[in-house]
């Protein structure tokens, strides 16, 4: 018996077809995963089921009876809640304030009263959380049940969770999936959007998988395989990265000491900072968001001056050096935000050539040809589905990701600074930019990968320094590293120090 049925739903945006004649059943007391590709039509799916998007086609059935949901409003109504990646709370209110807030018709609230039914939900459901604390103190673990139990308070029947742990760490995720299957056993419906295979075989009781807007099976997990699943999502059976154990060189190729650097609000993001990258050596900086990891990745490329400290790039000081000076000495900087790393309305083959332009330029005219062979070449070597005329604006966010590869890689840097290299891209574009990244490491290049995805920390890495409120809380090889003591660390519960130097 199904608690909600979507039937032949077709979603478009412009000439996209995000969800296309998309059939789902979401069972009574189930975990249903929703597994595919960033860009499959999973999040587009479960906001038409909960009313932030309209269908273009299509309908809607919950509990048995047709549903007409035009806002998240008659979806609430109809016991369905939703947790987005992004938290829609109040810092400066307290967790029963940001509960109730929304769903009283009262002017006046009885706090204790409300604390005291907040509590007992919260109970009731294994959520631990003080209703009294305000929101601004909480982890972001615990904001996360504090969405959560907003919508059970709201006596949701059907929970929708999208990417929930992509923002965790390890502790928080377990903590998490202990949640979940308790909802569950309570009789609450589960709908856990997902990209990661391991949490899918760990918490769901179906999956159903996307690729390309349409839906490509349904199965039950205890009848399928991690392999299996990989088959559905990208339609071939394996992938991953093949990581080769080679010798670190012993040069140090990037060297960091004391780096202290402030933010865009004048206060430390950076303390005392020492770190060195080697020769044939990947380094790892793992972290939840927001602990200084960005200010970092703009430091060693000379988008922000330190306040304090030095950085040297082969024994060059090149502290407070300016973007092209970095790039001069050898350093290779793939952008977080590969948007920000183009323009959009340039050309493929001109932005392709855009940090380099003085080297097709004759008699200070460019050579447009020469930039047009230029691309041919790194359009080939790199795999970009693209044209050298095509504007840059249109690619995909791998083939954007490529593209800012190429630029970068082709000239063979010495270090190469590394910050969220994969987020937001697909299993096929994410899998293609990690094997970058070990053939830097290959050739001899030092390589800083900055990420906040510990699985992709764990299967690059030959060292992995944690990085806790702009503090380096510990360093240590990638072979000896445990889940539960990095999930530690980067919560800031645990420093290492046990025979452990950072930097060394």
Request: net charge negative.
């Amino acid at each position: 018996m199904h608690i909600v049925e979507m039937q032949d739903i077709t979603k478009r945006f412009g000439p996209v077809i995000a969800n296309d004649g998309i059939v789902f059943g979401l069972r009574w007391g189930e975990i249903h995963a929703l597994l595919g590709e960033n860009g499959a039509g999973k999040t587009t799916l479960m906001r038409i089921l909960y009313g932030l998007y309209r269908a273009d086609d299509g309908e809607i059935w919950v509990e048995g009876q047709l549903a007409r949901i035009a806002s998240p409003k008659d979806a609430i109504e109809l016991g369905i809640g939703m947790v987005t990646q992004h938290f829609a709370l109040v810092p400066p209110l307290s967790v029963a304030e940001n509960v109730v807030l929304g769903f009283t018709d009262s002017f006046r609230l009885d706090m204790a009263s409300i604390e005291q039914r907040v509590a007992e939900s919260a109970a009731r459901f294994g959520l631990e959380i003080s209703p009294a604390t305000q929101v601004r103190h909480l982890s972001v673990g615990q904001k996360q049940r504090v969405e959560i139990l907003k919508a059970l308070y709201r006596e949701a029947r059907v929970l929708i969770l999208d990417e929930p742990t992509a923002v965790l760490i390890p502790q928080e995720v377990e903590a998490l999936f202990h949640t979940l299957e308790r909802l569950r056993e309570s009789g609450l419906s589960v709908i856990f959007i997902t990209h990661k295979l391991d949490e899918v075989m760990a918490i769901s009781d179906r999956v159903t998988v996307l690729r390309d807007g349409k839906v490509i099976g349904t199965v039950n997990t205890s009848e399928t395989t991690k392999r299996e699943l990989a088959r559905m999502m990208v339609g071939r059976e394996t992938f991953g990265v093949c990581r080769e154990e080679e010798q670190t060189g012993i040069e140090p190729i990037l060297q960091i000491e004391g780096l202290c650097v402030t933010n865009d609000q004048g206060l430390p993001a950076l303390k005392e900072v020492t770190l060195t990258v080697h020769a044939r050596e990947i380094l790892g900086i793992a972290g939840v968001g927001g602990n200084g990891q960005k200010e970092l990745a703009e430091t060693l490329c000379g988008v922000r001056r330190p306040s304090g400290g030095r950085v040297l790039v082969g024994g060059q000081d090149m502290t407070g050096a300016i973007p092209a000076e970095f790039t001069a000495a050898g350093v290779g900087r793939i952008p977080e935000d590969r948007h920000t790393g183009v323009v959009g309305e340039l050309s493929v083959a001109e932005n392709l050539a855009l940090e380099h332009l003085r080297e097709f330029a004759r008699g200070g005219v460019l050579d447009r040809q020469a930039i047009q062979r230029h691309a041919q070449e790194l359009i080939q070597q790199f795999q970009i589905k693209a044209r050298p005329t095509d504007r840059t604006r249109t690619l995909s966010g791998g083939n954007l990701q490529k593209l800012i590869l190429a630029r970068v890689l082709s000239r063979q840097p010495r270090t190469v600074i590394a910050p969220q290299p994969t987020r937001g891209l697909d299993v096929g574009a994410t899998e293609y930019v990690r094997n970058q990244l070990l053939q830097q490491r290959a050739r001899g290049a030092a390589v800083l990968l900055i990420s906040e995805d510990l699985d992709e920390i764990l299967a690059l890495a030959d060292r992995i320094a944690v990085i806790y409120e702009g503090e380096i809380v510990g360093v240590l090889p990638a072979c000896d590293a445990d889940i539960e003591q990095l999930g530690l660390m980067m919560s800031g519960a645990v420093k290492e120090r046990q025979g452990v130097i950072p930097g060394a």
